[in-house]
């Protein structure tokens, strides 16, 4: 399992950003992450489609349009 997943969807400017963010401080503290397209599952979109990116770690939200690369790190290191 990913300790980090990233609901979003194509097309988001957001969401390429947050992605870049993830992909630099996972690969930083060697930690494995996925993507969840929100456009696949009514219910995701449902859910998240307003805040998008939304990010979890280790299963928990953590952020919402944003990703702070130093609070994702910190997140990471515990």
Same mark, same amino acid.
């Given at each position: 399992?990913s300790?980090v &997943?990233m609901y979003?969807?194509? *097309? @988001? !400017?957001?969401c390429?950003?947050a992605? %870049?963010?993830?992909? $630099?401080v @996972? $690969? %930083?503290? *060697? $930690?494995? #992450?996925?993507?969840?397209?929100v &456009? +696949?599952d009514?219910?995701?979109? &449902?859910q998240?489609?307003? +805040?998008?990116?939304? &990010?979890?770690v280790?299963g928990? +939200? !953590?952020?919402? #349009? ?8 910190? $997140?990471?290191?515990?």
């Open positions: 399992m300790r &997943t979003g969807k194509p *097309g @988001c !400017h957001l390429d950003d992605r %870049e963010v993830i992909r $630099a @996972c $690969a %930083e503290v *060697g $930690a494995d #992450w996925s993507e969840v397209d &456009t +696949q009514d219910r995701l979109f &449902t998240y489609g307003e +805040q998008i990116p939304v &990010t979890f280790d928990k +939200q !953590h952020d919402f #349009w944003r990703v702070d690369p130093a609070r994702l790190r910190k $997140a990471l290191m515990r």
